[in-house]
């Protein structure tokens, strides 16, 4: 190819182009910084709710459902899970955050209720606390089923609305 009277080689500007793209999306991935997948441990001493709640993953998303048989949305998960150990919550996530104490974030302990503002209002989803940063919850329709989460995940972390206890665990 001749552009102004001089020869350009296209084979090899295109591979200096290609190697250099490539050494600043490696050298853009080098600099992220990795967020650690912190997998909880769950020890005999845990609280019975948070081994409750992991039996259930897998469950299929339901939306207004509250049972294993018919599956599970967000409220409803909770709400069963915390049944079966005597606690009294409400059926809507805005309802138990209501009623239920506020705990700093960093204060958190597995069994605690993990608030979440995902529709432009406070405390419009709700998950288990685990513990190691993990939590379980049943997200929607897309994500399938009650599934565990990481609040280093960033749309968790932008969306977190605060941490309430249930009484007794």
Avoid at 84 to 94: C, I, Y
Avoid at 109 to 132: A, K, M
Wanted: aromatic share 8%.
């Amino acid at each position: 190819m001749r552009g102004n009277g001089r020869l350009i080689h296209v084979d090899g500007l295109f591979r200096k182009l290609a190697v250099l793209s490539t050494l600043l999306i490696m050298a853009g991935c080098a600099s992220t910084p990795r967020q650690p997948a912190r997998v909880p441990v769950f020890p005999s001493s845990a609280p019975p709710v948070v081994h409750s709640a992991l039996a259930l993953k897998g469950v299929p998303y339901r939306s207004g459902g509250d049972s294993p048989d018919e599956g599970f949305d967000c409220s409803g998960f909770v709400q069963y899970v915390f049944s079966r150990h005597g606690f009294r919550l409400p059926r809507r996530s805005e309802d138990m955050a209501m009623m239920l104490p506020a705990v700093a974030v960093q204060e958190r302990r597995p069994g605690d209720l993990l608030f979440f503002n995902t529709s432009s209002r406070p405390h419009t989803h709700v998950g288990i606390y685990l513990g190691g940063d993990a939590f379980i919850h049943s997200p929607s329709s897309r994500s399938g089923a009650v599934m565990i989460s990481s609040l280093y995940q960033d749309y968790w972390s932008q969306r977190l609305d605060g941490v309430r206890r249930p009484g007794r665990r």
